[in-house]
């Protein structure tokens, strides 16, 4: 079995969901009574399908996850994290704007776990070369507006 990283850290914008949070929706959000994540202006908004199903599996096989995000929409990424019920798998976050080597930095200040037994997962290449002069593993995700069958949580 392939060694499993001590630490999965996430980028949240078209990383977990297909938007920015600062640009493309309009906080505060809420979930309405048919049970649907909305905006401020009553917009659904969603979650890419695959990422319950990846998060749970990184929790079964007790893989510590983290959330690392540049955007400057704090309360509304933290938001969509609990509204989802995805604030239960984040051991830690680090949402805030600046260097994705800061909050690397931090998280590994905070965990303990050295970077190369750290894996990343972003849409941005500039975060992803950053981060991996640290010595992270990584994987770049294509901005699409689903992930592809190849994004097999197994």
């Not at 908004?45 to 007790?62: G, K």
């Not at 680090?94 to 930095?105: A, W």
């Amino acid at each position: 079995m392939a060694r499993l990283p001590k630490l999965a850290v996430f980028d949240l914008d078209y990383t977990l969901w297909p938007f920015w949070v600062d640009t493309h929706v309009d906080p505060p959000f809420h979930r309405s009574s048919d049970g649907a994540v909305r905006d401020r202006r009553g917009r659904a908004v969603r979650l890419y399908p695959e990422v319950p199903d990846v998060l749970q599996r990184l929790r079964d096989l007790d893989v510590p996850m983290a959330a690392a995000s540049r955007t400057g929409e704090i309360e509304g990424a933290n938001q969509l994290l609990e509204l989802f019920d995805l604030d239960r798998y984040f051991a830690h976050r680090e949402i805030y704007p600046g260097s994705k080597v800061t909050h690397f930095e931090r998280l590994q200040r905070k965990t303990g776990v050295v970077f190369s037994q750290m894996i990343f997962f972003d849409d941005e290449k500039r975060n992803i070369v950053d981060v991996s002069k640290l010595g992270t593993e990584w994987s770049y995700l294509h901005s699409c507006p689903e992930w592809n069958e190849s994004s097999n949580p197994n």
